[in-house]
């Protein structure tokens, strides 16, 4: 079976994070294409009403399933997929969608201390989806919750190749660190697809070492089990396609995507930009 008779597995995020997953799907499933979104028009989704982001990613979900139709979608976004992941299933559930929630019960089952911090953006914190992870899987834990305001945006230049401030960096994590009866934070749930982009930075920056537990791979292993593998393939050959919605990444950026095996493709018009068209005409 060629490559071509493969349906590609769609890979979304609202910027560059969902590179982290991309990477691992890749390793797992070497005989799919890949299509890989970026929501860039929309990045960054914390500043967004909730209502207004649900209607926004259904709608564009609409537009990318016509066009691309994939064998699969994987949400590599906790603030998207904890807001509308249950209304893509309800609106489209023909389609597979693999959601990326913060690995809380991984988190709960290797803690040694109990005190387990999860590192996210506002949007996914103040989530009642968050919060039932908590209640299920780690009531015997002390979990902190620290929304971040500014790492997303902060990763996004890194792996550009900006360079950061350290104080600003450590200012950001060090909420994630707490002692308690002699015991401290041994886990750092990295519940937004940017950051393990700055992992290495935050070792570096942390105050104790602790695991900073990225679940880019267990995503990709769920994936992986929902798409059936073929007898045989051929080898694949090409780049695969990353569409930004801006329809216009900066330079760095289509340097970026040309490193991870992504041409930069025309853009998908938004569904804002298409109602304001239809305003216009």
Known sequence: MTATELK???????????????????VLMPERHFIYIADDAGFPYGGWEEEALRAHVIALFGRLLAEHDPEICVIACNTAFTLVGADLRAAFPQMTFVGTVPAIKPAAERTRSGLVSVLATPGTVKRAYTRDLIQSFASQCHVRLVGSENLAKMAEAYIRG?????????????????????????????????????????????????????????????????VPLPDGFEPLNG???????????????????????????????TPEQTAASETIG
């Open 239 to 269: 780049e695969d396609p990353a569409i930004f919605t801006s329809g216009n990444p900066d330079f760095s950026t289509r340097r970026l995507m040309q490193g991870f095996g992504l041409t930069v493709m025309s853009n998908v018009t």
């Open 162 to 226: 900006e360079k950061l401030d350290d104080a600003e960096v450590l200012a950001e994590i060090t909420p994630c660190f707490i002692e308690m009866d002699g015991r401290k934070t041994d886990i750092v749930v990295l519940a937004c697809t940017h950051y393990p982009f700055l992992a290495n930075l935050f070792r570096k920056l942390a105050p104790w070492p602790v695991d900073w537990l990225d679940p880019a791979e267990a995503i990709a292993r769920r994936a992986r089990s929902l």
């Open 8 to 26: 590609p597995i769609l890979v979304f995020d609202s910027g560059i994070g969902g590179l982290t997953v991309l990477r691992e799907a890749r």
